[in-house]
């Protein structure tokens, strides 16, 4: 059985990006009043039948926490998603994991990666806003392989 915390387990690491753990539906008005209005779920069976009623757009992206390397034909539609989300000036968006201590962090991190950040300065953001994660050497290789396909995706149609 899965652990779901009563209350949701989340922090905000910039005004508009959260990291957290997974959300079950009784979470779903919390993370409203907080501001939340979309999801990216890495976990799996995120609350998606009730989160429409609060409000709450959620991006189901589940993978596993095995620690590997992740391609980044898994990353690039969450990337996608997120910065659509973020382009959007109301948007608050939440990234969850189980625990919210390597996927989310990590998706986070490629998050702030595409949105400008260098890789030292978006790790110690996340690190001092939520006490705890980690940066498996997988995961930040997973985080730059995709940034790189990000640019080169984005170079390629400017040319074309």
Known sequence: MTYIPPVPDFDFITDRLAVGARVGPQGLPVLREAGI????????????????????????????????????????PIAHNALRTLQTPAASLLVTCGAGM??????????????????????????????????????VESVEATVLAWHQASEGAAAG
């Open 37 to 76: 209005t979309h999801m990216v779920a890495v976990d799996t069976h995120p609350p998606l039948d009730l989160a429409a009623q609060f409000d709450i757009t959620i991006f189901p992206h589940p993978f596993p926490d095995d620690l590997l390397v992740k391609p980044p034909t898994l990353l690039l």
């Open 102 to 139: 390597y996927r989310a962090p990590m998706v986070a991190l490629l998050i702030l990666r595409l949105l400008g950040h260098g890789l030292e300065e978006a790790q110690g953001l996340i690190s001092t806003r939520r006490w705890g994660v980690g940066f498996p050497r997988a995961y």
